[in-house]
């Protein structure tokens, strides 16, 4: 399979054959990474020593905003309630409030309160780090042994983001190990390794959909086989609560392949690489669980189906990776490998729904989940890089409005200087995205695209705005996470750096 055919989310981990419960609570891992990784030039304040674990000194916030605790931020949508953030940057950009080089991964850190938990690898570590969000500096890390191998080349990071609650911090490696440690001290308080404790075929890629809270429950796309795509935790203890989607989901349903209803094997792939999303829909919770056939919604308190819908690329290398986008009662879904696009109206009922419109030459989000606003989704649509482009569709028709890739000319005039960033012909950088990702928050977009190009930009039905671009040397291909907003802080990810920015307006950061 060639490398350009392949998502953000990556990796194959070994098939394992297992059931039980699994809990393990023993201290198997060090607090204080053995090998600090070092922290850029941009961050004098990350060399401050590090505050004993156990006794961490974390004042509050010190300017207003909102947290950033889940994949997505605070509803799992890419949209923040964020205000008081600059209208225009200056040329060389937002400045940098911090830096630091960390280990391997594609997760996007999360952020509560003046904590921020970034999921990396170093060598043979995985490495969960909490430091000071204002500075960068350490409160603790836990760290524990992995032998994960990506058979493609690309990195052997998490590609999941961690979970934060005021007491609690969950990761979910890409070996599927699920870890709860206490937010405060970065002690272990469960595990469980769900690749041992249930039958999970190999697939494509390591685990890659971040956990979400409902609740007291943590709730997990695990992939076993025959009924175990969907795990509840018990948030608290890490017992397993139920399990639902398999064989029972999608043997007799009706697909798109030729008419033809699916027949169980008993060795399907389950798992997918889209984080499930609780949403109320005519007044009923329904866990939106896209997996590797297609929707699940589940009822979040013990796991029955309350109906199917089968969504997924004919290719059989190939994954569904983008989130499910909720609008009223509509679920729109998009899926690269020539999968499309799709919108279906959920019934009154819960347990059916119309299909409204569902189009293979429509949307093709590779793994950036779109965002819905005014009628319209946005989000960007190309399995390539150099086909890719960020899109505007109207969610009830499908039709494409507007569609750009930042870049005025032509694609293939573009090409990487000796610093890893994009430029014309003449050398002049260049605005082109690939497939990027981008957060909305107080009217504007942030847009990062895969070769690290930062735009500030508004988007409507009518036209997309470019407002103000930059590129940092610390964030270059491939820059997959999306980028994380907090109390006018701006946090990027790449393969090898996290950076914080200030987008706040001045008299917002003075506070």
């Not at 995985?126 to 990506?150: H, N």
């Not at 999968?339 to 989000?365: E, F």
Request: glycine share 10%; hydrophobic share 35%; aromatic share 10%.
């Amino acid at each position: 399979m060639n490398r350009s055919l392949r998502p953000a989310l990556l990796g194959l981990i070994t098939l394992v054959v297992g059931c039980g419960d699994g809990t393990r609570t023993m201290p198997s891992a060090t607090v204080i990474a053995k090998e600090p990784l070092a922290a850029i030039d941009s961050n004098p304040a990350s060399q401050a020593v590090d505050p004993e674990p156990d006794l961490p000194v974390v004042p509050d916030p010190d300017r207003p905003g909102h947290d950033w605790p889940i994949f997505l931020g605070p509803r799992g949508t890419g949209v923040s309630d964020e205000t008081g953030l600059l209208d225009e940057w200056p040329e060389e950009g937002p400045p940098i409030l911090w830096g630091k080089r960390i280990g391997n991964g594609y997760s996007s850190p999360s952020v509560l309160g003046n904590r921020l938990v970034v999921h990396h690898r170093h060598r043979d570590r995985d490495i969960i780090d909490c430091v000071r969000a204002d500075d960068g500096s350490s409160i603790w890390s836990y760290d524990y042994e992995t032998d994960y191998k990506d058979p493609y080349g690309y990195n052997n990071g998490p590609r999941c983001s961690p979970v934060l609650t005021p007491t609690r911090c969950y990761t979910f490696g890409a070996q599927g190990r699920l870890v709860c440690l206490n937010l405060e001290t970065g002690k272990l308080v469960w595990e469980r390794e769900t690749a041992k404790d249930w039958n999970v075929p190999a697939h494509f890629f390591g685990a890659g959909c971040t956990p979400i809270l409902d609740g007291d429950l943590l709730i997990v796309l695990v992939g076993g086989q025959p009924n175990s795509g969907v795990v509840a935790f018990d948030a608290a203890t890490g017992k397993t609560i139920w399990e639902s989607v398999g064989r029972d989901t999608w043997d007799g349903c009706e697909t798109d392949f030729d008419g033809k209803p699916y027949h169980w094997m008993g060795h399907e792939m389950l798992v997918s690489y889209s984080s499930p999303i609780v949403a109320t829909i005519h007044g009923e919770k329904h866990l939106l669980c896209l997996m590797r056939q297609g929707l699940a919604s589940l009822n979040p308190a013990d796991g029955q189906l309350r109906f199917r819908y089968w969504f997924r690329p004919r290719t059989h290398e190939s994954v569904n990776a983008a989130r499910p986008v909720v609008a009223d009662d509509y679920i729109f879904l998009s899926a690269a490998y020539e999968a499309g696009a799709g919108v279906i109206q959920v019934h009154p009922d819960g347990k059916s729904y119309d299909v409204v419109w569902r189009k293979r030459r429509s949307m093709s989000t590779h793994w950036s989940t779109a965002i819905y606003r005014d009628g319209c989704v946005y989000g960007f649509s190309g399995r390539h890089e150099g086909e890719a482009m960020l899109q505007c569709v109207d969610l009830k028709s499908g039709d494409l409005i507007w569609e750009t890739n930042g870049f005025s000319g032509s694609v293939k005039n573009l090409r990487t200087n000796v610093e890893g960033e994009t430029v014309d012909g003449d050398g002049v950088p260049a605005t082109f995205f690939g497939r990027g990702s981008k957060t909305a928050a107080d009217g504007k977009y942030f847009i990062l695209g895969e070769r690290g190009v930062l735009v500030l930009a508004k988007m409507n039905r009518e036209k997309f705005e470019q407002i103000s671009r930059a590129t940092y040397k610390e964030i270059r291909y491939p820059a997959w996470a999306a980028p994380v907003l907090s109390r006018g802080r701006l946090y990027l990810r790449s393969e090898t750096h996290l950076l914080c920015l200030d987008v706040a307006k001045p008299a917002v950061a003075a506070q």
